[in-house]
Each structure stands twice: as C-alpha cells, then as structure tokens.
C-alpha cells in the first residue's frame, strides 16, 4: 500500500444493549416529506433483500411510493444485502473513497457527520438484525422500519384510498 493510500477503517464490536430505534410508515413518510429544498432530507434507507427479492415483492420498490419531497435526495434509497451487513464487509472491506464511490453516501464510521440510516426489508425482522449488526459494527443512528416493504404497500393503498373519498 503506497503512502497516500487512504485506510479501511476498522470496526469496533460494540455490545447492543441499547433499544433499536423503529419507525412506522405514517411516522416514516412525514419524516420525508416535512423536509424541502431548503432543508434537504440526508437520510439514507437501506433495503437489505436480496434484489430478486426487492422485484418480486409486489413488483414494486419503496421508492415507487415516495413523498416528492424524499426524491429530491436521489441517494435515499441503497440496496446493501443483509449478507454484506452481518458478515462487515460493507464497512471494512472499503476505503471511505470507495464505500461513497460504491453506495452514494459517506461512510458511517468515517464521516464526521453521517447521514441517519433507516434499514428496511419485507417485514422489519431482517432490518432489526441490520441495526443489531450495524450497531455492534460502529454506527450510530439507526433506525429500523418495522412495517417493511409489506406494511408500506398496505399503508401506502390505505392513504391512496383516503385521498379519493
């Protein structure tokens, strides 16, 4: 490695004993759209299924439900399989030059001031163990939507219903 190679920062294991953080899908949508261009939303969702997941699931993303607000941050949504998160690699196997390069966004345990993280999957149980995980590894603001891309379908059918009585 030459001198002006930049390092993989290393991971710390850190106990979880703290409570993981979760949001729903009501809470999840006003968080995004009470953001503007004056002050743009900088938080990142990870979606750890697998990508033949992601397209079989209803057909649908959850960036085909999104505020308007939320798609002005074109980095919002990330997929990072759950493999990548539990085993590390996400983190460590990178230089922070490349984890922006590779995901769009600063590395969490690089930045001075990373962006929150929310993890999401089909039914919150998979983005728990990515918070668990990310958490042990070092990264301070997780949030894990509980509802996932099911809750967020049913949620998102519920308001659209709404909005034509």
């Not at 962006?115 to 990310?134: D, H, L, N, T």
Request: charged fraction near 20%; hydrophobic fraction near 30%; aromatic fraction near 8%.
């Amino acid at each position: 490695m030459s001198n002006n190679a930049t390092t993989i920062p290393t991971i710390p294991t850190i106990p979880t004993t703290t409570t993981i953080p979760t949001i729903t899908s009501s809470s999840l949508y006003a968080h995004l759209s009470s953001h503007d261009q004056s002050s743009p939303n900088n938080t990142i969702a990870i979606d750890v299924r697998p990508m033949s997941e992601i397209r079989s699931t209803f057909g649908l993303t959850i960036p085909d439900y999104l505020p308007p607000s939320a798609l002005k941050n074109p980095n919002f949504v990330k997929y990072i399989p759950l493999e990548d998160i539990t085993s590390g690699s996400w983190l460590s196997d990178l230089t922070p030059s490349e984890f922006s390069s590779n995901y769009g966004f600063p590395h969490p345990l690089s930045s001075s001031s990373p962006p929150p993280i929310i993890f999401i999957c089909r039914g919150g149980v998979r983005s728990k163990v990515a918070c668990e995980k990310a958490m042990e590894q070092g990264v301070k603001d997780v949030t894990n939507y509980v509802e996932g891309a099911i809750g967020w379908d049913a949620w998102w059918r519920e308001k659209e219903g709404e909005g034509r009585k």
